[in-house]
């Protein structure tokens, strides 16, 4: 069983910048690999990044690219998410989430770490 505990999150003015963490605990993580999806209030949960924990492959959605930056540190069993240019748009609930296997759904989620920008 792996365990997810996201930090990081708060409150920033527009154009700042802030970094999401989340690790992974109960046992190190040896899956496909791990992502970043968020919520905002009254929307569905959309993906934002992914990276593959071998190798170190990375992919973002559109709304994120340019501006968010995925890595990992799996001495640490630890993924960030680093945000600039926030605009009040990226306002979510920030989840991370960890997958076993390429062709399966996320198995793992932590419990989620609030973002909010003001403009």
């Known amino acids: 069983q792996v365990q997810l505990v996201e930090s990081g999150g708060g409150l920033v003015q527009a154009g700042g910048s802030l970094r999401l963490s989340c690790a992974a605990s109960?046992?190190?993580?040896?899956?496909?690999?791990m992502g970043w999806f968020r919520q905002a209030p009254e929307k569905e949960r959309e993906f934002v990044a992914r990276i593959v924990w071998s190798g170190g492959s990375t992919y973002y959605s559109d709304s994120v690219k340019g501006r968010f930056t995925i890595s990992r540190d799996t001495a640490k069993n630890t993924v960030y998410l680093s945000m600039n240019s926030l605009k009040p748009e990226d306002t979510a609930v920030y989840y991370c989430?960890?997958?076993?296997?390429?062709?399966?759904?996320?198995?793992?989620w932590g419990q989620g770490t609030q973002v909010t920008v003001s403009s």
């Open positions: 989430a960890a997958k076993t296997y390429a062709s399966m759904p996320y198995d793992y």
């Open positions: 109960g046992r190190a993580f040896s899956g496909y690999g």
